[in-house]
């Protein structure tokens, strides 16, 4: 997984709880129906030679078409809540890379774009999507078929779009959005190699909307019922069935991690707050399979590892996004520096439990996804 991977993830993250705090704040009530819009894409672009690796892939100009459909919000809520209207539905793309080693792809994926009015006939969005892509060149470790493709190694893996774009309203019913993209599928180091596949694109888009092209124009309420919200303390659990690579042979190995956390949290904001945290779990990645008696790093290291962490969270209602930079205090196997960061996404199922899951890295190396159950104490 690449640091690129994890930024788009959690704004798509934070885009989906965004268009979702309306319907779970109680400051708020939608005051009308979202309205059905169709939408036909063409993209154009280029491969992105991120490291060494993969620079065989270098000037490919990847070609997509793509259909879609979504609801548009056009009420006074949700516009108080984000000072947007939220965009939100299902696309499905089909993708030629213009290189043999990449192959084809065909993506289905699930998009937020919050669309902001900048007059009545122009307006400024951007959209974060995820879905999942189905490619058919997938790296191969028979020697005697191509080996080239160091990008993706399986034929299913996640997709994660960024976009931004103008939109350009035709006439009452119609509109078009002009968009530059970045895209990218990877597996999360599931399996190797895996260095990631990223493309950039100019998109063109016709939009057909039944109820209506033109956006309304309203004013944004501003208020702070946040200010006299006491600290918050939650204790959790982690959960880490795939866990780390371990060893420098090729005899990879992915191992289980288990622990739990305490956190303490503070609203700084209408929809912002600061948490610290400490974080310990048992890890069974010790050493080399090729080579048991070579432990992996040059220090040993603890099983039961142990950090520190603080940083910021995004409250939306019932969705909490948090970002968090950590340090461990028991030694670290040695493929990855003590320093970490850490990115949670959690849904409150009531006052007192949350579900969710995580993902931690060090640098821009992936080092686990984790699912997490929690109980706020107060």
Known sequence: MTHNLRLNLFLF???????????????????????????????????????????DIGGAKPFGLGFEISKQARDSATYHLCSAFPRVGLQLQYFHYDTWILGNSAIASYFIQPVYRLNDRVNFFYRASIGVSYSDHPYDTDPLKDTLNQNYSLRINPYLQLASGLGFRIDKHLSLDVTGTFDHISNGNWKRPNKGLNWITSSVSLLYSPSGSVLPKLHRVHDNYWKNRPWGYTVGSLLVTKQGWAGSTAAYQRMYAAGGFMEADK???????????????YNDLKVDAYAPGQSYSPLKHSSVLAGIYAGHEFLLGRVIISQVMGLYITPHYGEYTNLFH????????????????????HADAADFTGINVLYRLK
Do not use: M
């Open 13 to 55: 993250l934070l885009l989906l709880a965004i268009n979702g705090t309306a319907q779970f704040s109680p400051e708020y009530n939608k005051s009308s129906p979202a309205g059905i819009v169709y939408g036909f894409r063409t993209d154009y672009g280029s491969t992105v030679v991120h490291t060494p690796a993969v620079k």
């Open 267 to 281: 609203q700084i904001g209408r929809i912002h707050g600061f948490i610290v945290g400490l974080q310990a779990y």
């Open 342 to 361: 850490q990115h949670s996404f959690r849904y409150l199922l009531d006052k007192h439990w949350q579900v969710g899951f995580c993902l931690k890295a």
